[in-house]
């Protein structure tokens, strides 16, 4: 989390255990939850990561930062745009006619996150990492800037995140989309200082809305036939 190492991984702890119990649950009662069930743990490694920009800045460690940025921004700018319409893309049933939109999006998501993870890996020079308001940035570079605006990127970006479970054939998935879009609004009206870790802090809190949803096995109501 963007305020300190310590809340980073106590974040990460209760993430990655719930994340864990509720992926060994989704095995269990339908492998379709499984990629779901696995965000919350993802998002826990996600905010180990940033845990150790922390002790790199604290500690004047450029290289301590500079591992645990590129983890950081792995799941940020890489992974995140791919697994949300991926999983939806698995959960959505197989005659629906959106199933391939969802696919297609995973496709564009791969194609996208490459455009703005590779760059940093090739260039340490572009991982900039900032203490602003006794927050972490990572705003000041990103590759896709010389290609086009940053509002741009952005929207792309909110659109692979948010659309797919707005278009899903089931009403807890539009809920969970409600529920980013919920994330998206507080992090650009409060917290443009540290947007992207901010936004990441409160999009790994928002998983938990899918621990609900595979708990009390949502799904099963809309289409029995497959999770019955």
């Known amino acids: 989390m963007c305020l300190s190492a310590q809340v980073s991984f106590a974040a ?42 922390w002790v790199g800045m604290n500690g004047s460690d450029p ?27 698995v959960l959505e049933p197989d005659d629906s006619p959106r199933k391939r939109l969802f696919r297609l999006m995973a496709l564009i998501g791969l194609a996208f996150g490459l455009l703005l993870y590779i760059p940093h890996g090739l260039n340490s020079s572009m991982v900039v990492v900032e203490i602003n308001n006794q927050s972490l940035a990572y705003e000041k570079s990103m590759w896709l800037d010389f290609m086009m605006p940053r509002w741009l990127t952005n929207t792309i970006y909110v ?4 659309l797919p479970p707005a278009l899903s054939h089931y009403k807890h998935m539009r809920h969970f989309a409600l529920t980013l879009v ?6 650009i009206a409060f917290l443009q200082f540290a947007y992207i870790s901010f936004f ?29």
């Open 159 to 162: 659109t692979l995140i948010t």
């Open 182 to 187: 919920a994330v998206i609004v507080v992090d």
């Open 63 to 89: 290289l301590t930062v500079l591992w645990g940025a590129m983890g950081f921004i792995f799941f940020t700018w890489f992974m995140w745009p791919i697994w949300v319409p991926f999983s939806v893309y």
């Open 12 to 53: 990460s702890v209760f993430l990655v255990g719930g994340g864990t119990a509720i992926s060994i649950v989704a095995w269990r009662r339908n492998k379709r939850y499984l990629p779901l069930a696995l965000m919350p743990l993802f998002a826990g490694l996600q905010q180990f990561t940033e845990g150790f920009v």
């Open 200 to 228: 990441c802090l409160l999009a790994g809190l928002a998983t938990l809305h899918l621990v609900y949803i595979i708990l009390t096995n949502k799904c099963a109501r809309e289409c029995p036939e497959l999770f019955a």
